[in-house]
């Protein structure tokens, strides 16, 4: 059985396809690709060839096409895909001015780097589309007055801008949050053996700035192969903003209860067995949405233990949990969006008369 996000059906309900294409096979090896043309056009102020061959093998890598299946084998049998990779590359393009001095990580990590910048500046975009949503929503019925709820019990009256208010603000915060976390995360992976860059000598810094500012990114002044904080602080910020949509998605449902009637929304899922019924599935998945982060965030937090320079283990399972993680992120602000223009009522307007 394959998972929610790619299945058959259930993708219907899970899936993004504008993420999951950040994150595709094909994303990820062109990714890898750049990576190594990157390598090779600047590989010569470390020494590692002269500036005339880097350049040539860095534009013969930029004509190879590769497909992703092609790296099975090679994965399988040396645990990542960079050996089968770079074995390629010089095959196809004949060049020897490719890949000296760096290793597998640094592929990898800068490949999954512009893979997360990209989903994250999508992710903002869809986070300033629903704070909008939310303030116009907030027009329309901040006025009326709705009941407020302490521990599910009736409390005392409050207005539907108080209860909006609690859905929106903390978005407003995740859009700072995302603005801070970016220069932490758009770093480029350079590393060598060790991580110590020993192999590039000299050249260390220039060939980290070089190949930083040819893929979008910046350098750093040592590698962060054992150092996992920002992509576990990415990891944070995604189960934070999906939290957020899960409490506004579990308050749409309760409001939406038969003898609550608080909210009605148009195009509700159906009931195979009582065709009254529409069902709040939206506002549902954002409460799955959440819930399903926030178990998947203690897996990233598992995943910062390395083991001195490299772990093995703890760095493939970032490669099972962060893309999920950001598609069923990118996926609960679609829903989000959607639900809320489906909003036609809102709120008790009789409750204080």
Request: proline share 3%.
């Amino acid at each position: 059985m394959t998972g929610v996000f790619d299945h058959p059906w259930l993708s219907g309900l899970f899936a993004d396809a504008e993420i999951a294409a950040l994150w595709s096979a094909e994303a990820q090896l062109s990714h890898m690709i750049a990576f190594e043309a990157a390598w090779s056009r600047h590989g010569h102020q470390a020494g590692f060839w002269t500036e005339t061959n880097g350049a040539l093998a860095a534009a013969a890598i930029d004509g190879v096409t590769l497909a992703p299946e092609e790296l099975r084998d090679g994965t399988a049998q040396d645990g990542v895909c960079v050996p089968a990779l770079v074995r390629l590359l010089k095959q196809r393009t004949g060049a020897k001015a490719i890949h000296q001095g760096a290793t597998s990580q640094d592929v990898i990590d800068t490949a999954t780097v512009l893979s997360l910048v990209r989903s994250l500046d999508l992710i903002d975009q869809r986070l300033v589309q629903l704070v909008s949503d939310l303030e116009a929503l907030e027009d329309r019925f901040g006025t009326t007055p709705l009941m407020g709820r302490t521990r599910m019990q009736a409390a005392m009256p409050i207005s539907v801008a108080d209860r909006l208010q609690t859905w929106r603000l903390p978005l407003v915060s995740h859009q700072e949050r995302m603005a801070q976390l970016r220069p932490r995360v758009a770093l480029v992976q350079i590393g060598g053996a060790a991580g110590d860059r020993a192999a590039l000598g000299d050249g260390a810094e220039a060939v980290c700035i070089a190949v930083a500012a040819d893929l979008g990114l910046s350098a750093t002044p040592q590698s962060w192969h054992a150092m996992r904080d920002g992509m576990a602080e990415a990891a944070s910020l995604l189960s934070l903003v999906t939290g957020t949509l899960g409490k506004m998605g579990q308050d749409i449902c309760l409001m939406a209860q038969q003898g609550i009637d608080e909210i009605t929304i148009a195009g509700g899922g159906g009931s195979s067995a009582m065709p009254h019924k529409q069902n709040p599935v939206q506002a549902e998945l954002l409460d799955t949405l959440a819930r399903y982060n926030a178990v998947q965030l203690s897996g990233m937090h598992h995943a910062m233990i390395h083991e001195q320079e490299r772990s093995g283990a703890a760095w493939s399972l970032e490669w099972m949990l962060l893309p999920q993680m950001v598609q069923a992120t990118g996926r609960a602000l679609v829903l989000a969006s959607e639900v809320t223009s489906q909003v036609t009522s809102l709120g008790t307007p009789d409750l204080l008369s």
